[in-house]
């Protein structure tokens, strides 16, 4: 009910991360606008955020161009915590990034009951690899109300009226 900002130090960012498969990535447009991308991400062992995609995709473009990104991780659940993240991004195309993709598959899905045939997919389908690594974090966050509401809510009971000392209910 109360909105909730939780500083963390890596480690436990990349755990709150590698358990969270939904993101929304940002990436800089040559125009100077942003393009936001929802991806299916995860982390490596080195730490590095990982996204398969297709070297055609506008976010590959734009990494080409412009490394600098961030990406929101999101929970399942709307309204879940979720946290920014901040970090420089590299493309990986392949043959280079095959070994890469098997880490990203792993990480996200588990194992494959048949690497070879995967290996196979991943060259015939041209998939790329986006390697992020974290130069910045925000703190894990939910939404609500803010805490500065918490007396309100504490003195405030179902059909009655807000004594004219209680603090705003909302923001202007």
Known sequence: MFAMNRTV??????GFVGERKNWILTTMKQSGGV???PVTG???SDGLLLISTY?????THNIRLDPTVSICVLSDEFGGAWVQVDGNAHVNDLPE???GLVEYYRSAAGE???WDE???AMKRQGKCLIQIEITGWGPIATGGFPSSKKAMFEKWQPGSEL????PQMFDD
């Open 9 to 14: 130090a890596k480690d436990e960012l990349l």
């Open 35 to 37: 393009q936001l991308s």
């Open 42 to 44: 995860t982390v490596d």
């Open 55 to 59: 070297p055609e995709r506008a976010k």
């Open 97 to 99: 990034a095959m070994d």
């Open 112 to 114: 494959h009951p048949d």
């Open 118 to 120: 995967y290996r196979r």
């Open 163 to 166: 004594a004219d000392d209680s």
